[in-house]
C-alpha cells in the first residue's frame, strides 16, 4: 500500500508532467509513466498487465493536463480548433482499436512496451540535440485536410502503445513537415491529446481489469495514484504554458533531456536484462 511519503513523491513528480505539458505540448506522459512504472509495480502488478495499468493510467491522467494546458492556449488566443478536430477524429479511432488489442491480450508485454518506450525516450532525445538550420516558416500555410488526418492515425496509434499523449510525434510533424510555428505546433498538439486521452480513459474505465490491487479502483485506472497527479497539473500546466512565452528554451531543454537519458539509461538496463 501507499504512505504519506508516496502520495507527496508522486504529487511533485506529477507537477514536472504538467509543467512539460504546457512548455513542450508533449501531454505530461514522458514524466507520468516511469512514475506510474515504480508504483504499480510496488503494488503488485507485473508484465503485461503493468503495462494496461501503465497505459491507461497515464492516459487517464493527460486528459487533465493536456486539458488545463489547452485550455490556457485558448486564453492566450493561440488557439486552433478546426486544426485540432480534422487530426483529433482520425487519431481517436486508431487509439481506440489499438488500445482494444493491447488489452485483449498478453502479447504486449512489459519487455515490448520498454522497447517501444525506449525508441520514444530515443526520439525525443534526438530531436532535441539536433540543431537543424532554421526552418522557415509559412505563415500563411494551410495544409490539407488530409495531411491532417493522416497524421492523427499515426498519432492514435503511437498514443496507444506508449501512453505519451502523441505529443511526441505531433509537435515535430507540424514544424518540420507542415512548417507551423513552434507556438502554433504546440497549441494544436495541446489540444489533441486530451481528446486522445478523454476516449481511451473512458473505454480504459469499462470492463474488468485482469489484477484488482484496491478497493479505489475501476477497471485499470487507480484514482490514489492518479489524482495527486492530477491536482498538480491544475498548478503547474498553465505556468508552463506561461513560460514557454519567456524562458528561453535552452535551459529547459538541457534539464528536460538530463531527466530522458536517466529514464532511457534506467530502459536501456531493464531491456539488456
Known sequence: MLDTFDYITIFILGSLGGFFSGFLGIGGGIIYIPILDYFLFKM????????????ANSLFTIIFSGSVASYAQYKSGNFFPKEILQTAFPGIIT??????????????????????????????????????PKISIDKNNHSKPYQYMFTGLFAGI???????????????????????????ASSI?????????????????????AQKIMDWQIGYIIF??????????????????????????????????????????????????
Request: with cysteine; charged share 15%.
Open 224 to 273: 490514489p495514484i492518479v489524482l495527486p497527479m492530477i491536482l498538480a497539473t491544475f498548478f503547474f500546466a498553465p505556468l508552463g504554458v506561461k513560460l514557454s512565452q519567456k524562458t528561453k528554451p535552452q535551459l529547459i531543454r538541457t534539464v528536460f533531456i538530463s531527466f530522458v537519458s536517466i529514464v532511457f539509461i534506467k530502459l536501456v538496463y531493464e531491456i539488456i536484462n
Open 189 to 209: 498538439s495541446n489540444g489533441i491529446i486530451p481528446l486522445f486521452a478523454i476516449a481511451v480513459g473512458i473505454y480504459n474505465l469499462y470492463g474488468s481489469a
Open 95 to 132: 487509439a481506440l482499436a489499438m488500445t482494444y488489442f493491447i488489452k485483449s491480450g498478453t502479447w504486449y508485454s512489459k519487455s515490448v512496451f520498454n522497447d517501444v518506450f525506449a525508441c520514444m525516450l530515443l526520439m525525443i532525445t534526438i530531436k532535441m540535440l539536433w540543431k537543424k
Open 158 to 184: 503511437v498514443t496507444a502503445m506508449s501512453g505519451l499523449g502523441g505529443g511526441v510525434v505531433l509537435t515535430p510533424i507540424f514544424t518540420d513537415i507542415f512548417k507551423h510555428d513552434i507556438r502554433k
Open 44 to 55: 503488485g502488478m507485473r508484465n503485461d498487465v503493468l503495462v494496461k495499468g501503465i497505459l
